[in-house]
């Protein structure tokens, strides 16, 4: 323990009472001889005569008072560490990153040591270490030991998340703006200047790591995410693979090891490289909900101490559930009808004639208003004009207000790709949307809009308004267009808005939650929607508040330096000197004192000091 | 345990008891009850050195008659002559722990000064006894006579050995309990008594003797070159004393040792008692020389 509180002046009152405390010792202090006379008689007389009255007088051995307070001023130096303007002293933050892109190399233990080096080197006070992975974690507070860093250091891993360091440093550079403090990033991924400028003007941030120029031991899986496939097939979906690292001819993509729900997958696949980069796409990918592995065998990085998860070594991601939507449609419908649906990849139309109920191998029919065709199923219908008010008229499920639930799915349903005000001229009349509560959901629609007399059927907006139809009353989710760590996720519609409560559970088993903001998965993984039961009860009345948050995500890994180019350092601060390696100069002070005190004990020894 | 060092041999040294043969103590008048020697004796006696004359008595020796007297004056008067005894010379030396201390040791100049006397006093026919004392007196040799004892008056000196510490009351009580002749009595000492110069004074005049004192001493006794901080250590009682040898402290000693030097001498006077202040750092001889002033030395 030491008193790195101290300041200078607190320093020197410390000192002047160790001198008057030296001061008085030292008239006490006195080292007897032993010596045999002949007769103490005589100076019994003289002591009682000459008894010191003053205790000023009784100071002797200046050299050797001199002696022993410079011995101890020193070790109340040690001791104190006194610290020039310690309140006023800069606060300096360490940044490790711990994102996948720190998987290249030994990009990720070259930074612990980078900020380990820093951490002997910074006041205890006034340094606090951060390690950014999928979440921020505080590894030092502000005068906790050093010596508690390594322990905590020893379980971290490189996570399944991209680099979060310009947001980490953001929120401190926002939160700590009086203290400014220095901010230190031990990272590879190279910071944008374009959002360095957004930062704090005056900001002083400074890359403690070096480049790496020596060639790396290995390789890492950078990215991993899949989206819909290329083909249009609805139930397939493309997976792309990225590795970063030591890329070599016998080392490579190649090493790659792929495995579907623990089955080895033989995909026929795509792949190319890019200096230290090689990537790998999976092309129509059958979408069953399967759980997608893979792993760099023997290639990749070591494991750390304290860990048996080689870091990038391996990714993994949950391919979504996608299968064709059974439609029975009606004998009598329009050519023109059919023909889309029968068009659509996403359907399987079945035709059911008059009088049959598809009921059971169907999850939607589309029939005319009238028919008595699978009244159990959601529904299309062509009704005539005269026999509804509203040209289009949705169907709704639950209790939702009828208007809410037309707004909330009016881009689900396609009806956003109708040019109605061009219908409504053709036809002479206005064409209205309505909606209204039901037992389940159903669509129907004017006869009149799909017939020769009107060109709607000829638009661009018919077809999608039919397959989107068929979807939201199928009650399939728009498939997620890119769903990546810390990104919000970007559905069809959109990005995913939450203005209520979503709650999440990750691989780890960990709750995430969401409040009134759109919900940032940290890391790669699966992420299962938790619902009121299964959330907390405090949290359970504003859950049921909220509207139906998304569903369960499959989280891809995009680091954003493979997916989008940065600048380089160059707008980082210069190199950055500790102030003052005090630790080594207490080192040799430490030294000086044992001298010191052996020189001591040999003087006292020898009787040439009391 | 400190002993002497001192052998009879070095202790009988004829050069040194030769140049002792001119010596001479002549002591006023001896008790009477001894010896026939050289001292003159407050006895009257049938010597031939006519000292008074005193009217007759009956039962006087008629042979001291003298008849002249008688016929001039027709009264009958003796004749007195001077009688010649021998002075009882009693050597008390200091045998405490502090004569043993140092270097030399002051034993080594108090037992020489003691055999000096003793030759002195057998060379003229006086006994001699020695009494080495400390804590307590005791008898190393009976008063006895004759130049033929020195060599045994040596042997007892030598074989003195340390006695504690120094209590004059106790050794001089011891001593006046023998009864003894009155004599000179010799003592020969530092006089370091723990009950400091007062208990010595008042010890020695309990002697009902003729005294000299012969007063061991060196240069530090009354200028110590100590320095530094020091426990010092009584040799005889054990008693610790701290010190720190400052100007000051070393000052008070010296006071202090003075009063003590001056006490002793101002004793010595007022009794007209011989003093002698031998410096046992410096030869014996010349030092005890002094008190022979024209080769004898009156008690």
């Known amino acids: 323990m030491n008193m790195q509180f101290l300041s200078w002046p607190g320093f020197l009152l410390g000192g002047a009472a160790l001198a008057a405390g030296l001061f008085f010792l030292q008239r006490l202090r006195v080292r007897h001889r032993p010596l045999k006379v002949v007769t103490t008689l005589f100076w019994r007389e003289a002591i009682d005569a000459s008894r010191a009255r003053v205790l000023m007088q009784r100071f002797r051995h200046p050299w050797a008072y001199a002696f022993i307070l410079g011995l101890c001023l020193l070790m109340w130096f040690v001791f104190s560490e006194p610290r020039a303007s310690d309140d006023h002293g800069?606060?300096?933050?360490?940044?490790?990153?711990?994102?996948?892109?720190?998987?290249?190399?030994?990009?990720?233990?070259?930074?612990?040591?980078?900020?380990?080096?820093?951490?002997?080197?910074?006041?205890?006070?006034?340094?606090?270490?951060?390690?950014?992975?999928?979440?921020?974690?505080?590894?030092?507070?502000?005068?906790?030991?050093?010596?508690?860093?390594?322990?905590?250091?020893?379980?971290?891993l490189v996570a399944r998340s991209p680099s979060r360091v310009m947001e980490c440093l953001a929120d401190a550079l926002a939160v700590e703006a009086d203290a400014r403090p220095v901010c230190l990033v031990a990272s590879s991924v190279a910071l944008n200047p374009a959002r360095l400028d957004l930062l704090p003007p005056g900001s002083s941030i400074h890359a403690i790591m070096s480049r790496n120029d020596s060639p790396s031991r290995g390789l890492g899986i950078t990215t991993i995410g899949l989206s819909p496939a290329q083909s249009g097939a609805f139930d397939r979906v493309d997976v792309y693979l990225e590795v970063r690292g030591d890329i070599a001819a016998d080392r490579g993509i190649s090493d790659l090891k792929l495995w579907l729900d623990g089955q080895p997958l033989t995909y026929v696949q795509e792949q190319g490289q890019q200096g230290d980069r090689a990537w790998i796409y999976l092309r129509d990918v059958l979408a069953r909900g399967q759980l997608l592995e893979a792993t760099l065998g023997d290639v990749g990085y070591p494991a750390r101490k304290g860990s048996s998860d080689p870091r990038g070594s391996r990714?993994?991601?949950?391919?979504?559930?996608?299968?064709?939507?059974?439609?029975?449609?009606?004998?009598?419908?329009?050519?023109?009808?059919?023909?889309?649906?029968?068009?659509?990849?996403?359907?399987?139309?079945?035709?059911?004639?008059?009088?049959?109920s598809a009921s059971l191998n169907a999850d939607v029919v589309v029939r005319i208003a009238g028919e008595s065709l699978a009244l159990d199923l959601p529904f299309f219908e062509l009704s005539p004009a005269d026999r509804q008010t509203?040209?289009?008229?949705?169907?709704?499920?639950?209790?939702?207000?009828?208007?809410?639930?037309?707004?909330?799915?009016?881009t689900a349903l396609g009806l956003d790709q109708i040019d109605a005000s061009e219908l409504a001229t053709s036809m002479g009349r206005s064409i209205e949307v309505g909606a209204r509560p039901g037992d389940r959901r159903g669509l129907s629609m004017w006869w009149e809009l799909i017939s020769d007399e009107y060109d709607f059927r000829e638009s661009r907006g018919f077809p999608l308004f039919v397959a989107k139809s068929m979807r939201w009353l199928a009650k399939i989710e728009a498939f997620p267009a890119r769903v990546a760590a810390g990104e919000a996720p970007l559905l069809a519609q959109g990005v995913a808005e939450s203005k209520g409560l979503a709650a999440f559970r990750d691989d780890n088993g960990e709750i995430l939650v969401a409040a009134g903001t759109t919900f940032l998965p940290p890391a790669a993984g699966d992420y299962r929607s938790l619902n009121a039961a299964e959330l907390g009860e405090d949290q359970i009345s504003r859950l049921s508040d909220s509207p139906p948050g998304p569903n369960d995500l499959s989280v891809s890994l995009f680091a954003p330096s493979s997916l989008a180019p940065v600048g380089d350092s160059a707008a980082l601060g210069a190199d950055f000197d500790a102030p003052g390696a005090s630790g080594n100069l207490l080192t040799w002070l430490l030294f000086l004192i044992l001298g010191l005190l052996l020189l001591e004990w040999s003087l006292y020894s020898l009787g040439r000091i009391p | 345990m400190p002993a002497t060092s001192l052998s009879p041999k070095d202790l009988f040294d004829p050069e040194f008891l030769a140049s002792l043969a001119q010596l001479r103590i002549l002591a006023g008048r001896v008790?009477?009850?001894?010896?026939?020697?050289?001292?003159?004796?407050?006895?009257?006696?049938?010597g031939i050195e006519f000292r008074d004359f005193r009217p007759y008595s009956p039962g006087d020796d008629f042979r001291a008659i003298d008849w002249n007297i008688y016929r001039r004056l027709g009264r009958v008067f003796l004749k007195l002559f001077e009688e010649f005894e021998d002075l009882p010379v009693y050597l008390l030396p200091d045998c405490s722990l502090s004569l043993f201390l140092e270097e030399p040791p002051r034993i080594k100049a108090g037992l020489r000064t003691a055999l000096a006397l003793a030759s002195i006093?057998?060379?003229?026919?006086?006994?001699?006894?020695?009494?080495?004392?400390?804590?307590?007196?005791?008898?190393?040799?009976?008063?006895?006579?004759?130049?033929?004892?020195?060599m045994r008056v040596a042997e007892r000196l030598s074989a003195v050995e340390p006695q504690g510490s120094t209590d004059f009351a106790s050794s001089f009580r011891t001593f006046n309990a023998m009864k003894l002749r009155e004599g000179l009595v010799v003592v020969i000492s530092d006089f370091f008594d723990p009950g400091g110069i007062e208990a010595v004074t008042k010890a020695l005049k309990t002697l009902r003797h003729r005294l000299l004192l012969v007063q061991l001493v060196r240069k530090s006794d009354a200028r110590p070159e100590l320095q530094g901080d020091l426990q010092l250590i009584d040799c005889e009682t054990g008693a610790a004393e701290d010190v720190s040898a400052t100007a000051a402290v070393l000052q008070a000693y010296a006071e202090s040792y003075r009063r003590f030097e001056t006490g002793l001498t101002k004793f010595a006077k007022s009794r007209q008692i011989g003093l002698l202040q031998l410096d046992v750092e410096q030869a014996v001889l010349p030092q005890l020389a002094t008190l022979f002033e024209s080769g004898s030395y009156r008690p």
């Open chain 1, 315 to 356: 990714a993994r991601l949950r391919l979504p559930q996608r299968t064709r939507i059974k439609v029975a449609v009606s004998a009598k419908l329009p050519a023109a009808l059919r023909l889309v649906l029968e068009t659509d990849t996403a359907l399987d139309v079945v035709v059911v004639a008059a009088g049959k």
């Open chain 2, 31 to 46: 008790a009477r009850g001894g010896r026939h020697a050289e001292q003159r004796s407050k006895d009257l006696g049938s």
């Open chain 2, 121 to 150: 006093a057998l060379n003229q026919h006086d006994s001699v006894g020695i009494f080495p004392f400390g804590e307590s007196l005791t008898t190393a040799l009976r008063p006895q006579a004759g130049k033929g004892r020195l």
């Open chain 1, 90 to 156: 800069p606060q300096y933050l360490l940044i490790w990153d711990g994102s996948a892109d720190m998987a290249q190399g030994d990009d990720f233990d070259r930074a612990y040591r980078a900020v380990a080096e820093q951490i002997k080197a910074l006041p205890q006070d006034r340094r606090r270490v951060l390690w950014v992975g999928d979440r921020t974690r505080t590894l030092l507070a502000p005068g906790e030991e050093s010596s508690l860093f390594a322990e905590r250091a020893k379980g971290l």
């Open chain 1, 390 to 410: 509203e040209a289009i008229l949705v169907q709704h499920d639950g209790d939702l207000d009828s208007q809410q639930a037309l707004l909330s799915s009016f």
